[in-house]
């Protein structure tokens, strides 16, 4: 019932550009904390950023911060991930998740199938 439908992702260089959304159904969007994790391969899922309810509040991980920008419309159901700069070490599959709690460490309810993003040196 619940979906988490995840575009944008691509093969880009480092320094240029990639903005990622991730369209919701099934579920009352505007009740969910809304997170981007990232796996690399060979290594562990990450958090990427998040965002509160309302979108007025937004967490990242250090290495992203001011390189990404997350938003939400609550009335289209969609999370969006802005990326520049982009840097070898954001390769990754990105996945939208949804969280009935705020915070990247909160547990995540649904997760979408994830868009691969690759930044070639």
């Known amino acids: 019932q619940v979906q988490l439908v995840e575009s944008g992702g691509g093969l880009v260089q480092a320094g240029d550009s990639l903005r990622l959304s991730c369209a919701a159904s099934?579920?009352?969007?505007?009740?969910?904390?809304m997170g981007w994790f990232r796996q690399a391969p060979g290594r562990e899922r990450e958090s990427v950023a998040g965002i509160s309810w309302s979108g007025t509040a937004t967490l990242y991980r250090d290495s992203v911060k001011g390189r990404f920008t997350i938003s939400r419309d609550n009335a289209k159901k969609m999370v969006t991930l802005q990326m520049d700069g982009l840097k070898p070490e954001d390769t990754g599959v990105y996945y939208c998740a949804a969280s009935q709690q705020y915070g990247l460490g909160a547990k995540y309810d649904y997760w979408g199938q994830g868009t691969q993003v690759t930044v070639s040196s």
């Open positions: 099934g579920l009352t969007f505007r009740n969910y904390f």
